[in-house]
């Protein structure tokens, strides 16, 4: 047990989108919330006992994975991912009470915000400089001191550090999502809902043209979707890289179970991150439940053979 069961850290500091996407969850209203500086760090609080989850970002829609998440997940000791969140992100342009669109010549934000506003700025403020804060809330702190002229970042952000959103609903791509996970210490597997997702992270047995075939294909002959795909240096060498995955379905799946089994066989080393509820609440595709189907067809034709029963396959 953590030593501080009540307490629930984030990426921050106070105002970032990590800290509104903790604020869906229910987390929020029964533990006592506190940023972490880092991703390193809020997970550490975890693996210290000092906060019993941590929420992090882990993929965005426009700028793809969350390296640092990633990297944490596969090393140090072992974390669970409990649930994730989805958290539609919308920028707005924060600035000192007063201050017009005339007299920005300084703008600052999380490098990963600049990216998702970077035909805007060309469009509006093709001459502003463009300076990188360690995050959004951090921009907007920035701001308020004086440092620069306007950050992006939530709008309500505003409020907090006494700044006024000049324009709001700012973003290249109007349905740009981040996605963050809820990270726990190891416990049981949660009771599969139907529509689950697990994650492993995958160290091939050796450098190949077919260690990522390899990998694939424990997934594929069994049916089993992956929704994520990435590949992370080792720190070995280079060349050297592990896969971190997301698959659809439930570990309590026979399908999944024996994947992972098969992963674990071929492996150098697997790491099981956990199955939890889908954020959008997908349900199960059709080849999943195909896939169920067939299993259970395979594990009822192998009892029979056993039991000398015959076999009643049709030709």
Known sequence: ??????????????????????????EATTHELFPSATVAAALDAVRDGDAAAALVPIENSVEGPVTATLDELA???????????????????????????????????????????RRWLARHLPHAVWESAASNAE???????????????????????????LVTDVNDAATATTRFVLLGPPGRAAAPTGRDKTSVVVWPEADGPDALLEVLQE?????????????????????????????????GDRPVSEALMGLHRISRKIR?????????RADATMQARRAERRFALAADWLARCLHGLGDNTAP
């Open 272 to 280: 099981y991150l956990g199955s939890y509820e889908r954020a959008d």
């Open 139 to 165: 921009g907007a702190r920035l701001v308020r001191d004086g440092r620069y002229d306007c950050a992006f970042a939530g709008e309500f952000a505003a409020r907090r550090y006494g700044l006024e959103a």
């Open 75 to 117: 090393t140090g000791q072992p974390l669970t991912i409990r649930r994730e969140v989805l958290l539609p992100i919308s920028f707005a342009l924060l600035v000192r009470p007063g201050t017009t669109l005339d007299d920005v010549k300084s703008v600052t934000g999380h490098p990963v915000a600049q990216a998702q506003v």
């Open 219 to 251: 997934w594929a002959v069994r049916g089993v979707n992956l929704l994520r795909v990435e590949s992370r240096p080792t720190g070995e060498g280079l060349g050297r890289y592990c896969f971190s995955i997301d698959a659809e379905g439930h570990i």
């Open 1 to 26: 047990m953590p030593a501080h069961p009540q307490r629930c850290t984030y990426l921050g500091p106070e105002g970032t989108f990590t800290e509104a996407a903790l604020g869906t969850l229910p």
